[in-house]
């Protein structure tokens, strides 16, 4: 496997994309992954991109970028893979907010007859990255679905951001970008790789019940049968007029799922005391209040994990929630991941979501390391 990554900052898309080119270099990869601001004239960014890389190239609209360079905001990332032994399949799926359960069965069908290097879905030798609109609130169903019916194969993904304007969030595939969509790329190998995740969260022994909530819209108006924000609040200790992103973000919502904790991040307070999410909620959940470690700390464990060959090809993608960008730079920890990142061969974005083989998260990191 061959890799070669490029970034720019540069406003324009043409000057932008002409330097990630010079960067990735003239030979034809098989496939292109890209991230990139919200901010660029989406029809010159395709054009550019299309005029100078003759292959397939997927990649969304983000809240920040991820490089080897370490976090950028408003520019553009790229990654240029050249492989025999990677076979990406990459299908967009458009209109979520009007897709049945059959289209997803009608996506696993086509893709089994259109597999090149086995003849069934195959978790040893597969992976899925999708790359959805982060403002369509269809995550938590779109991963379920492409979950079950591509037979459990490890899956990870992010929500496109628009820089945290959250009025319109992008997919890129086929030569343009859209909305309401989602882009799946089915990945067959027979090169070494692994699926990932890490938040830096533990549980509490604060738990709270979810007793009425619209799951439609992300929103909790019960806990424990009082207003949600009234009651959040309480369980924390503090006046309900001081509730604000930080204390959001420093105490998020989990959900223990197969024994494992993943976190439901809470968006805002509304006028009712009720509370939105980024995540879906239901009522009747039990939920654990989870309160934050070593930020960096957790981050030096996950690369380490990731067992990365020094003398050998690699690339990661990485799927990073905007809420942890934006703790990152709160506690002035961006240059220590900066640092942390340098050794790694990583693109990625700052997200409205993660996903994670079925489930849709918040505040974590996920990804994939394929290694050459």
Not at 35 to 57: M, N, Q, V
Not at 288 to 310: V, Y
Not at 346 to 370: C, K
Request: charged share 25%; hydrophobic share 40%; aromatic share 8%.
């Amino acid at each position: 496997m061959r890799v070669r990554w490029g970034r720019s900052l540069r406003e324009g898309a043409e000057a932008a994309v002409s330097e990630l080119y010079q960067a990735i270099g003239t030979s034809g990869p098989d496939i292109l992954i890209f991230f990139c601001s919200a901010g660029y004239d989406r029809t010159g960014l395709s054009k550019a991109l299309e005029a100078r890389f003759r292959c397939p190239i997927i990649g969304c609209t983000t809240a920040g970028e991820i490089s080897p360079a370490g976090y950028q905001q408003g520019g553009i990332v790229a990654a240029a893979v050249t492989s025999r032994q990677l076979k990406v399949h990459t299908r967009i799926l458009p209109s979520l907010s009007r897709r049945k359960a059959s289209d997803f069965m009608d996506l696993a069908v086509d893709l089994r007859k259109n597999l090149t290097l086995g003849t069934s879905f195959d978790k040893d030798h597969m992976f899925g990255l999708l790359l959805i609109d982060g403002l369509s609130k269809m995550e938590d169903e779109t991963i379920a679905s492409l979950y079950s019916n591509l037979d459990g194969i490890p899956i990870i993904g992010g929500s496109a951001g628009d820089d945290l304007r959250f009025q319109e969030t992008f997919v890129y595939a086929n030569g343009s970008f859209h909305g309401d969509s989602a882009v799946f790329a089915l990945c067959e190998t027979s090169l070494p790789f692994s699926t990932f995740k890490t938040q830096h969260f533990e549980p509490t022994d604060l738990k709270i019940v979810v007793t009425e909530a619209d799951a439609r819209s992300r929103i909790i108006r019960e806990i424990n049968g009082y207003p949600a924000g009234v009651e959040y609040a309480r369980v924390l200790g503090l006046p309900v007029e001081d509730l604000n992103p930080t204390v959001f973000s420093e105490n998020p919502l989990m959900i223990r799922l197969g024994g494992d904790y993943y976190v439901r991040s809470i968006q805002k307070v509304n006028p009712d005391m009720s509370l939105s999410l980024f995540c879906a909620i239901e009522e009747g959940l039990v939920l654990t209040i989870g309160k934050g470690s070593d930020m960096a700390e957790d981050l030096r464990e996950a690369i380490r994990g990731l067992r990365i060959d020094p003398h050998g090809d690699h690339l990661a993608i990485f799927c990073d929630c905007i809420l942890r960008k934006l703790e990152a730079a709160d506690k002035s920890l961006e240059e220590d991941f900066g640092r942390i990142l340098s050794g790694v061969t990583a693109v990625g974005f700052s997200t409205y979501g993660e996903q994670f083989n079925s489930i849709h998260v918040n505040q974590t990191l996920t990804g994939v390391i394929i290694h050459g």
